[in-house]
C-alpha cells in the first residue's frame, strides 16, 4: 500500500518551509489566532496566492484547523452565530490558498440541552455555508455533551449533517488521542466509523498523554503516552488518508518516522 501524505499541526507563518524542515508533504495550522473571534488572516510573506502558489510548487498539501472558541452547535446565540459566521471566513481563506479542508471540532451543547439540538444546529450551519473547501468535523475527546465523542453520537450528527444541502461536502477527521481518552478502542476503529460516516477525509495521529476514557484531550509525542502502538499504526494504515501529528513539535520527525512503518 502506498503510503498517504504525511505532516504535522506547524505555526502559520510558514507551512511550506515546515513542511519542507519534516520532509513532509503536508502542512496543517491555524490562520489567526486560535482562541480568538477576529476572524482568520493569512500571515504567510506574499499573501495568500503566494501561499498557495509555493505550496503547490512545493507538493505541499496544506490544512488550516479553525479556532478552538468555535462552536456551532450550541444553543446559546451568542456563541453559535458567531461561530458560523466564523467558520465561513475560515472557509473562505482555506480556498484563497488553495487549502484541502477545514477541520472543525464537533462542539457541544449545555450539561441540560437536548443533544438533539446540536445535531439539528451542526445541519443548520451545514446549510447555510457556502464551502469551496470541505469542512472535516473532527471526533473530540470529552467536553460536557459533546456532539462527537463516541459513536453513537456521530452517527446522530452524521445523519443530521447529510440532510442539509451540501451534506455531501462534509468529512470526517479520525483523532487517535480523542477517540483513545473519549473512550473508543482503536482496534477495529477503522470501520465502525466508516460504517457510519462512509468515509475518513484526515487522521490526526496523536498519542494520549491521559488514560483510555479520561476525557482528558493531551497530546504527546507516540511512546510516551498511553495508546497502544499496534492500535495506531492499524488506524492509518486502515484508513488510508492524509495523516497529521499534532504533537509536541522536537518529536515531530521521530513520530512521522514511527507512522511510516504502518506502510513499510
Ligand atoms: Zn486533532
Given at each position: 500500500m502506498q503510503t498517504p501524505p504525511m505532516g504535522a499541526h506547524v505555526d502559520q507563518l510558514d507551512p511550506v518551509a515546515e513542511a519542507r524542515a519534516r520532509d513532509a508533504q503536508l502542512s496543517q495550522f491555524f490562520l489567526?489566532?486560535?482562541?480568538?473571534?477576529?476572524g482568520p488572516v493569512?500571515?504567510?510573506?506574499?499573501?495568500a496566492e503566494a501561499l498557495r502558489a509555493d505550496a503547490e510548487a512545493a507538493g505541499v498539501a496544506l490544512y488550516v484547523h479553525a479556532p478552538?472558541?468555535?462552536?456551532?452547535?450550541?444553543?446559546n446565540n451568542r456563541i453559535r452565530i458567531p461561530s458560523r459566521k466564523l467558520l465561513q471566513q475560515t472557509v473562505t481563506a482555506a480556498a484563497e490558498i488553495g487549502a484541502k479542508g477545514v477541520i472543525v471540532h464537533g462542539g457541544h451543547v449545555g450539561?441540560?440541552?437536548?443533544?438533539a439540538k446540536g445535531f439539528d444546529n451542526w445541519r443548520k450551519a451545514v446549510d447555510q455555508l457556502d464551502a469551496p473547501v470541505p469542512v472535516l468535523i473532527e471526533n473530540t475527546a470529552?467536553?460536557?455533551?459533546?456532539?462527537?465523542?463516541?459513536l453513537d453520537r456521530i452517527a446522530r450528527l452524521w445523519e443530521a449533517v447529510q440532510s442539509?444541502?451540501?451534506?455531501?461536502r462534509v468529512g470526517f477527521c479520525l483523532d487517535t488521542c480523542h477517540f483513545h481518552a473519549g473512550?473508543?478502542?482503536?482496534?477495529?476503529l477503522v470501520d465502525r466509523v466508516r460504517a457510519i460516516?462512509?468515509?475518513?477525509?484526515l487522521v490526526h495521529a496523536n498519542d494520549s498523554r491521559d488514560a483510555f476514557d479520561s476525557g482528558a484531550d493531551r497530546h504527546t509525542n507516540f511512546?510516551?503516552?498511553?495508546?497502544d502502538p499496534d492500535g495506531v499504526l492499524e488506524v492509518v494504515r486502515e484508513a488510508g488518508a492524509p495523516v497529521v501529528v499534532e504533537t509536541p513539535g522536537e518529536g515531530h520527525r521521530d513520530d512521522l518516522a514511527f507512522l511510516a512503518t504502518a506502510f513499510a
Open positions: 489567526g489566532d486560535p482562541q480568538g473571534w477576529k493569512v500571515h504567510y510573506a506574499g499573501g478552538y472558541v468555535l462552536n456551532v452547535a450550541t444553543t450539561a441540560s440541552d437536548d443533544p470529552g467536553g460536557a455533551n459533546a456532539m462527537a465523542r463516541r442539509a444541502e451540501g451534506g455531501d473512550g473508543e478502542e482503536l482496534a477495529g460516516t462512509g468515509r475518513i477525509d511512546g510516551q503516552g498511553s495508546l
